[in-house]
């Protein structure tokens, strides 16, 4: 079945970094555009970063521009969030998620879930 597991977030302090990653399965990885998603406590989710499938290309929300680096590796089913220079505003859960659009339809998978919380 399809699986997005997501790791690699925690506690660290203002200014600190932390490496997001997220392995998939269940579906052909090379083929989807994967984002990166984040909802903080009360807040709605938020698109944070994405990078299509065919070319590489990359997006990224306003607020993590020059901070945060998405890139993916296909050989490895793997998409990663490269977060520096951490703020506390940048808490919250971080979510993978798989796209494809077609002609007609549109596929969507989320993983589960990290925490990433900033804070002294």
């Known amino acids: 079945q399809v699986q997005l597991v997501e790791s690699g977030g925690g506690l660290v302090q203002p200014g600190g970094s932390l490496r997001l990653s997220c392995v998939a399965s269940g579906f052909t990885f090379s083929i989807y555009g994967m984002s990166w998603y984040r909802q903080a406590q009360g807040k709605e989710r938020e698109l944070v970063a994405g990078?299509?499938?065919?070319?590489?290309?990359?997006n990224y929300a306003d607020s993590v521009k020059g901070r945060f680096t998405i890139s993916r590796d296909n050989a490895k089913n793997t998409v990663y969030l490269q977060m520096n220079s951490l703020l506390p505003e940048d808490t919250a859960v971080y979510y993978c998620?798989?796209?494809?659009?077609?002609?007609?339809?549109?596929?969507?998978?989320w993983g589960q879930g990290t925490q990433v919380t900033v804070s002294v």
């Open positions: 998620s798989a796209r494809r659009v077609e002609r007609h339809s549109e596929s969507r998978y």
């Open positions: 990078i299509t499938s065919v070319y590489g290309s990359t």
